[in-house]
């Protein structure tokens, strides 16, 4: 069977404490739940946690859907979003199976980046790596004001902001990835690889949602 690898890389540093941090907590598991509902995501899509805040940590492996559990999160420290796509790159070399002569692989992954922040550490050179990664789509999130678009579309095209990491933005963004990961799965069910480069190849954003350009 032919994955589509999910891995969202999830912003746990200090600024985000209190209802910011409890909101992507029940955003994930949101997304499992309507994710579990849609027989296409159940079949292909294998969901990874990769938190950032002073280092990087992998809290989920890429894991199907009907075995995931919501970690629990906590928010402390820094935001070292660079820690954070060295991870990524490398569990994209060790966790997506590559397609060979043989056999096919893996799809290629999406990512969902979510940051209240600027990084604190060396994310450029980190970045130089991860774009040299096969990724269908990488989409980045700045939740709230604090947080700077301009780094974000240097790491990706598709670039969306929250105009506050509240409990309602943070909702309707996980709602978002959710339609996003099924669209992403219906596709590959159908032999179609899932790339978007423009946020116009992904579901419509809801309200709360800005698409910066």
């Known amino acids: 069977m032919r994955r589509l690898p999910v891995y969202l890389l999830l912003d746990t540093s200090a600024s985000m404490t209190g209802e910011p941090i409890e909101s992507v907590k029940n955003g994930v598991q949101m997304l499992v739940s309507a994710l579990r509902q849609d027989p296409y995501a159940l079949e292909t ?29 906590t928010a402390q420290g820094t935001t070292s979003l660079g820690a954070a796509l060295d991870l990524l790159s490398n569990k994209i070399d060790t966790e997506v199976v590559k397609t060979t002569a043989e056999k096919k692989g893996d799809w290629k ?16 050179k980190s970045l130089t790596t991860y774009k040299t990664k096969k990724v269908g789509v990488t989409i980045a999130c700045a939740a709230g004001a604090q947080a700077d678009t301009g780094i974000l579309q240097q790491i990706t095209e598709v670039v969306v902001q929250l105009d506050t990491a509240d409990a309602t933005s943070i909702g309707a963004f996980f709602k978002w990835v959710s339609a996003s990961v099924s669209t992403g799965s219906q596709k590959v069910e159908s032999g179609i690889e899932m790339e978007a480069k423009t946020p116009l190849e992904l579901p419509p954003p809801p309200p709360e949602i800005n698409l910066v350009t």
């Open 45 to 73: 899509a294998f969901l990874s946690i990769i938190t950032f805040s002073s280092s990087a940590n992998q809290l989920i492996p890429l894991t199907e859907l009907a075995l995931f559990q919501t970690p629990n999160l």
């Open 109 to 124: 992954p999406m990512v969902f980046i979510m940051t209240d922040g600027v990084p604190t550490d060396d994310w450029q």
